[in-house]
């Protein structure tokens, strides 16, 4: 009997669960993965990998995810249907909704695994103007529009977003973000630990302000913990100390900006002593901080998504561009930069008209729309409020807002409500179990990959393909092919602009047809890199990336702030009416704040937590990345359960206006007194079917006790960071019900 020999074939890809798009090496036999390792000849990562990129093949091949489309039958449960028939009851469902119900009766929420994706971002915007629907929602309003809308209306562009210098400052202070973590967000930079490591090795600083001793401020050379919510009232603190201490760079500020006069007067109203009472952080210690900043060598702040989800999220994301620029670090060397990318997103968003803000607003709230997304906040009011325009059918695509919105309840009895819905989903989850019918992708291992997203936020500027490292089966399509077939279906086209789709059109008939590579490609030659790169060649080409599998360095961020500027003004429009009348609104109610921040004592906030083996809701399905202790749980300051009767290890019964529940409790000192910290991403009980080992340790969703009626004013962010919340032992509850 001969035995035939296995082959290993090894191949070079970036990984894409999350934004630091770290390189891999991976070993398949037989079509399957079986080794992934860091590849260190990577040009971004150098070798570095998480535990999610180790399990990326164990995720690829979880026995539970879904290969065949699902349709929903006659008995209303879930069974498999050929692409075709799964396909033509999609584009039916939804065409006819639209045609008893108007336009907008179709809505549309988009995941985060979406950017991800080469194919799945660049046919985005199709999907959406095919739908013809003003009602789409994404995860972008749980975590990032009060950046985008910021950037919008600073720089022209809600893609122009700085980013720290890291690898070159000498001062690096963070808010709200925990990059050891997350590896940057809106800052791609894999192994940030080695990065801060390096920077205090050359004598550089590094400070972490959040309400939570995270495993970024355990390796930073100081944390202050600031009361949830009030970053805003910190940076703008700091920046009018700077300009009191006469240390503003107003050279740069007036060589750059418009409406300094505006905001400097709003600043110059500002009481530091009221900014510490609202903090909790002292006096003397915000005018260190602001003078520590100004009079390094460089400097840079950076904020993320425990600035963006609070009260004033968009105002505390002004307030930070607003110090970097107050202090001369905007556009300089370890500083705040702009990235020049291979493809510039800024390009893809403007042809179709899809960057702005507040061009139009929700029907039932009147919240306002950011890069054409509604808040997800408000997709309950539009599915329950009866009239024209109300969501009575949805699309989703990788996505599960039932977790990862506010008030996942609310929502869930919405879905189910809903006369038909549409999912693109790897999962039967706790939102797409409501479908009436699932469409699988492959998946990204089975798909070639370069990103278009990511190198705008990358802290050096770097390009890269990634070859499909298996097969996809006879009966799998890619994520593209899902959306081009069901967008075609609708009677859209592949590019969203009419004239071009039309083009396209005649095109195939002569036997062109578009995949998003084509169009990669297009982008690569006519792109900024050209003379720099190959000094014979006139741009960048998907076959130049190929023969490059660890990447291609473009080279340190550039300095510079007017080349990335896409207002018609060229400048920096830091007096824009929102943000100094924001500014001038928080400064008139400091001292209120700072008031009730005293009558409020005892009160504990609830603020959310990232954890290192998680993305979101999805990865709980993986046995690698759930196994060890439990990590659902509330970290709750040891002052305050010894106040509030609890253990560590018992269940406590949380409670805010809209939710009651239960979770088992931490005593930790990570947090500060009167702030209790939940894992986002969990709340699996209703999947279990479907998911065998998430429904094994289920957990509960944190947003369940985040409340969809308050949002951020300016942009209508969700608030899932300084929830108020009651606390009190199981025990103690149930000897009053006694």
């Not at 079986?34 to 535990?51: A, N, T």
């Not at 122009?160 to 791609?188: E, H, K, Q, W």
């Not at 919405?414 to 989850?429: C, E, H, P, R, T």
Request: net charge negative; aromatic share 6%.
């Amino acid at each position: 009997m001969s035995m035939r020999a296995t082959t290993t074939k090894t191949f070079h890809r970036s990984c894409t669960l999350c934004e630091a798009h770290c390189g891999l090496t991976i070993d398949v036999e037989d079509n399957r993965v079986v080794r992934v390792r860091g590849d260190e000849d990577d040009v971004l990562s150098h070798g570095y990998i998480c535990p999610k990129g180790v399990a990326i093949g164990e995720l690829h091949h979880d026995p539970d995810r879904l290969r065949t489309p699902m349709v929903r039958n006659a008995a209303g449960e879930l069974e498999p249907a050929s692409w075709e028939e799964a396909l033509d009851r999609a584009a039916e469902g939804l065409a006819r909704t639209k045609q008893a119900h108007g336009r907008n009766s179709v809505g549309c929420y988009i995941g985060n695994p979406v950017i991800h994706n080469t194919g799945a971002i660049l046919l985005r915007q199709a999907l959406i103007d095919t739908l013809d629907t003003r009602n789409c929602y994404s995860a972008g309003s749980q975590d990032t529009s009060p950046r985008f809308a910021t950037s919008y209306h600073l720089y022209g562009s809600s893609f122009v977003v700085p980013v720290p210098d890291i690898d070159r400052t000498d001062y690096f202070l963070c808010l709200g973000a925990n990059p050891i973590i997350s590896n940057g967000s809106a800052m791609t930079a894999p192994n940030m630990r080695a990065r801060i490591r390096a920077l205090q090795e050359r004598g550089g600083t590094m400070v972490v302000v959040d309400p939570r001793r995270t495993e970024t401020a355990d390796v930073a050379d100081e944390h202050i913990a600031i009361r949830p919510g009030t970053d805003a009232e910190l940076l703008l603190g700091m920046a009018a100390h700077i300009v009191r201490s006469h240390r503003a760079a107003r050279a740069k500020i007036d060589e750059l900006a418009d409406g300094w006069e505006v905001i400097a007067q709003a600043l110059a109203d500002i009481d530091l002593d009221d900014v510490s009472r609202s903090t909790g952080i002292a006096r003397a210690v915000i005018e260190r901080l602001a003078l520590e900043f100004v009079n390094a060598p460089t400097s840079v702040a950076y904020s993320r998504v425990g600035i963006c989800n609070s009260r004033n999220g968009r105002l505390a994301t002004y307030a930070n561009d607003l110090l970097n620029l107050v202090a001369g670090r905007l556009g300089e060397v370890g500083g705040a930069m702009f990235t020049t990318p291979a493809i510039d997103s800024t390009r893809l968003t403007r042809m179709p008209g899809m960057d702005g803000h507040a061009r139009w607003k929700s029907r039932v709230r009147g919240l306002p729309e950011t890069l054409g997304d509604l808040p997800t906040a408000t997709l309950a009011d539009e599915m329950e409020t009866p009239g024209e325009g109300q969501v009575r059918a949805m699309v989703t695509f990788a996505g599960n807002p039932v977790l990862s919105a506010p008030n996942g309840p609310r929502l869930d009895r919405g879905f189910a409500k809903l006369d038909f819905m549409v999912s693109i989903d790897l999962y039967v989850n706790e939102t797409t179990r409501h479908a009436n019918v699932i469409l699988p992708p492959a998946w990204c291992l089975a798909d070639q990959h370069v990103d278009v997203f990511f190198p705008q936020f990358s802290v050096r500027n770097t390009t890269g393909w990634s070859p499909a490292v298996v097969e996809r089966g006879e009966n799998e399509r890619a994520d593209w092919q899902i959306l081009l077939a069901l967008i075609e279906r609708l009677g859209g086209g592949p590019t969203g602009i009419k004239p071009l789709d039309a083009a396209l059109a005649v095109a195939r008939r002569f036997g062109y047809r578009w995949t998003p590579y084509s169009f990669v490609d297009l982008l690569l030659r006519t792109g900024t890199y050209g003379d720099k790169f190959l000094p014979w060649s006139k741009g960048l080409s998907l076959a130049k990336l190929a023969a490059h599998p660890h990447g291609v360095d473009l080279g340190a961020l550039e300095p510079g702030v007017t080349r990335r500027l896409l207002n018609k003004s060229k400048r920096v429009q830091i007096g824009d009416a929102l943000f100094a009348e924001a500014v001038r609104t928080l400064t008139a109610e400091l001292a209120s704040r700072a008031q009730s921040v005293r009558s409020n004592d005892g009160g504990l906030m609830l603020i959310g937590r990232r954890e290192l083996r998680t993305n979101n809701s999805w990865m709980h399905n993986v046995p690698s990345l759930v196994s060890g202790r439990e990590r659902c749980v509330l970290y709750v300051h040891p002052d305050d359960a010894e106040r509030l009767g609890l253990v560590d290890g018992k269940p406590g019964l949380l409670k805010s206006r809209i939710h009651t529940g239960e979770i088992p409790i931490r005593v930790t000192d990570e947090v500060a007194p009167g702030v209790v910290c939940m894992p986002h991403g969990w709340g699996h009980a209703p999947s279990a079917p479907w998911q065998r080992v998430a429904g094994e340790r289920p957990g509960v969703s944190m947003n369940d006790w985040c409340d969809d009626s308050e949002v951020e004013p300016l942009v209508g962010q969700s608030i899932l960071n300084g929830v108020m919340v009651e606390l009190e032992a199981v025990e103690a509850r149930a000897s009053r019900v006694a």
